[in-house]
């Protein structure tokens, strides 16, 4: 290969100097100075490493490809890659147009200056790559006319860049800032903070740190009595029954079918079980993959929606199934670890949410009257709340969302107390009315789902970790994690027939 | 800090420009001024290092 020479090596690098001094890093003060595009903190750190890579490229033309240039080459368009990708994350979910200032050809600056890093790991890969080791001189260099420009180029967009620090951040100790103000040369229009970034712990993932929830067990206070509302009235267990068929793994939802006179269980282990009507002879029973295509955390809610079985992971990660004679099982083999046969998934996706997106689910219901799918949100340290969300039957996608608050005719039992302190593990939907039951408090929900309230509420002792709730005719059914089934008689519906 | 930052970067470049005989001076400066950028870039994502999104 005949390769590059590093004189002409110099100037191609020049070049490239140039026009990274008055591509990125110049126009940058053209936009803050002329069209008040203000930097904030992480944008000053992006266009800095950016100016320093131009000057290591000086020191490249001065001083010969030493090692520790290209070192810091190196690291420099790593780390800026790093920091395109950290200031892209807070904007990158956002709608479409969205971000922080204005986007250029299609994207904001903050991935603009990623793809630059990346292209100066390029360019200097490339270099290198063609560069004649035996034409590399010692010493330090003339400049010459290109590299003369690019240095004297340098200093001016620096000094630039430094007026615009000055005039937008300020001298130590101030710094920038998160929503900086627009350029002005009124110094009575400057503002200058010092601790605006310093507030808050340091995390590695802040409010996207949550804790996973195990479906089957929920660490909380079970006493009715301690809960959160005020005078909730109580409800006795009717009587205790059982899914006695063998289930693989804990009991983490159960649902009833009326038309189907049957169950739906599913389980911590990704196991979903259609069950006969007496809890006792199993119709079909099969074991999700939970790793195929679309990531399945411990399912956590069961609902009938139609004749398809909708499987809720706590990661509202859902499979679609139905029951299918003709279920193909070489075809099946890839949605199920082991099946009785006689079922076929018909999809597996995911649920998105807005108010509920930190947030991870244990239970799912159907609202027929609605045709949606609703889930209620776990809370957790970072989001003490409870979110509704519903989704169209139709598209699966979000319809509307909710938190729940109390007031009249239901009051808290303290000023620091509220209905977040309820980790809701089941639901169902009847006449309008999503019924929910907490496993902290022992407490069974009633939420008028259109007029977006909390109605009533009863406590219900005895429960032990309740992980699910189904409607059978007038009697809801609690199931725990253990297998037994608490049958609770609704309030202000006539007694159900002995069993 | 942003401002000094940028007087470092200019007064290295100087050194590079007018006076190579200072390059050990002016590679300093360098390193200083990267751990300053990158601190600050620290300070401003302290409350979460690692991307806000769904990892």
């Known amino acids: 290969m005949k390769g590059l020479s590093e004189a002409r090596l110099r100037t191609v690098l020049a070049t490239a100097i140039v026009v990274l001094t008055a591509g990125p890093?110049?126009?940058?003060?053209?936009?803050?100075?002329?069209?008040?595009?203000?930097?904030?903190?992480?944008?000053?750190?992006?266009?800095?490493?950016?100016?320093?890579?131009?000057?290591?490229?000086?020191?490249?033309l001065r001083f010969g490809p030493r090692p520790r240039y290209l070192g810091t080459l190196v690291l420099l368009g790593l780390w800026g890659i790093w920091m395109s990708l950290r200031h892209w994350s807070l904007h990158m979910?956002?709608?479409?147009?969205?971000?922080?200032?204005?986007?250029?050809?299609?994207?904001?600056?903050?991935?603009?200056?990623?793809?630059?890093?990346?292209?100066?790991?390029?360019?200097?890969?490339?270099?290198?790559?063609?560069?004649?080791?035996?034409?590399?001189?010692?010493?330090?260099?003339?400049?010459?006319?290109?590299?003369?420009?690019?240095?004297?180029?340098?200093?001016?967009?620096?000094?630039?860049?430094?007026?615009?620090?000055?005039?937008?951040?300020?001298?130590?100790?101030?710094m920038g800032q998160a929503d900086p103000l627009r350029f002005s040369w009124n110094p009575s229009r400057w503002v200058w903070l010092a601790d605006d970034e310093l507030g808050g712990a340091i995390t590695l993932r802040g409010s996207w740190n949550i804790p996973e929830p195990d479906p089957a067990f929920v660490e909380a206070p079970a006493d009715p009595g301690a809960g959160p509302l005020a005078a909730v009235p109580t409800l006795s267990l009717s009587r205790w029954d059982s899914v006695a068929a063998p289930l693989p793994g804990r009991l983490t939802d159960l649902a009833f079918d009326p038309a189907g006179d049957r169950f739906l269980a599913v389980t911590d282990d990704h196991g979903v079980v259609v069950l006969g009507s007496g809890l006792a002879t199993i119709r079909h029973e099969m074991r999700l993959d939970p790793h195929f295509?679309?990531?399945?955390?411990?399912?956590?809610?069961?609902?009938?929606?139609?004749?398809?079985l909708v499987a809720m992971a706590t990661n509202k990660s859902y499979a679609l199934l139905r029951a299918d004679p003709d279920a193909d099982e070489d075809h099946e083999w890839r949605h199920f670890v082991e099946t009785s046969g006689g079922v076929a998934e018909v999809g597996r996706s995911r649920l998105s949410t807005l108010r509920a997106r930190q947030m991870y689910i244990s239970s799912v219901a159907y609202d027929p009257d609605a045709d949606e799918i609703v889930t209620v949100s776990v809370p957790s340290p970072h989001h003490p709340?409870?979110?509704?969300?519903?989704?169209?039957?139709?598209?699966?996608?979000?319809?509307?969302?909710?938190?729940?608050?109390?007031?009249?005719?239901?009051?808290?039992?303290g000023p620091d107390r509220s209905a977040a302190e309820f980790v809701v593990t089941g639901a169902v939907v009847a006449e309008g009315t999503l019924y929910a039951v907490s496993a902290a408090y022992s407490t069974i929900l009633a939420v008028d789902l259109t007029a977006r309230r909390l109605v009533a509420a009863w406590a219900v002792p005895g429960l032990e970790q309740p992980v699910g709730l189904a409607l059978k005719g007038d009697d809801w059914l609690v199931a725990q994690a253990d297998g037994r089934v608490a049958v609770v008689s609704r309030p202000g519906r006539s007694p159900a027939p002995p069993p | 800090m942003e401002f000094l930052n940028y007087l470092i970067i200019l007064l290295a470049a100087w050194l590079v420009w007018k006076r190579p005989e200072r390059e050990g001076l002016a590679f300093g400066l360098l390193l200083v001024s990267a751990l300053i950028m990158a601190g600050l870039f620290l300070i401003g994502t302290h409350t979460s290092l690692f991307p806000r999104v769904n990892l």
């Not at chain 1, 002329?34 to 000057?55: D, K």
């Open chain 1, 25 to 60: 890093v110049g126009t940058a003060v053209v936009l803050g100075v002329a069209y008040g595009e203000s930097p904030c903190i992480l944008c000053w750190a992006q266009r800095t490493s950016m100016a320093l890579m131009a000057l290591t490229g000086l020191f490249v």
């Open chain 1, 93 to 174: 979910a956002r709608d479409v147009g969205q971000g922080f200032a204005a986007a250029y050809f299609g994207a904001h600056t903050y991935v603009w200056a990623g793809v630059v890093h990346f292209v100066v790991l390029a360019v200097l890969g490339k270099l290198l790559l063609v560069l004649r080791e035996d034409s590399v001189e010692s010493g330090v260099r003339p400049f010459g006319v290109v590299g003369g420009f690019a240095v004297g180029l340098f200093m001016l967009v620096v000094g630039a860049n430094a007026l615009q620090a000055f005039i937008t951040t300020g001298p130590p100790p101030f």
């Open chain 1, 385 to 413: 709340r409870m979110v509704i969300s519903r989704f169209a039957r139709s598209d699966l996608q979000l319809s509307s969302e909710f938190e729940v608050h109390v007031d009249a005719p239901l009051a808290l039992a």
């Open chain 1, 293 to 308: 295509s679309v990531e399945l955390t411990p399912l956590a809610g069961a609902a009938f929606v139609g004749d398809t």
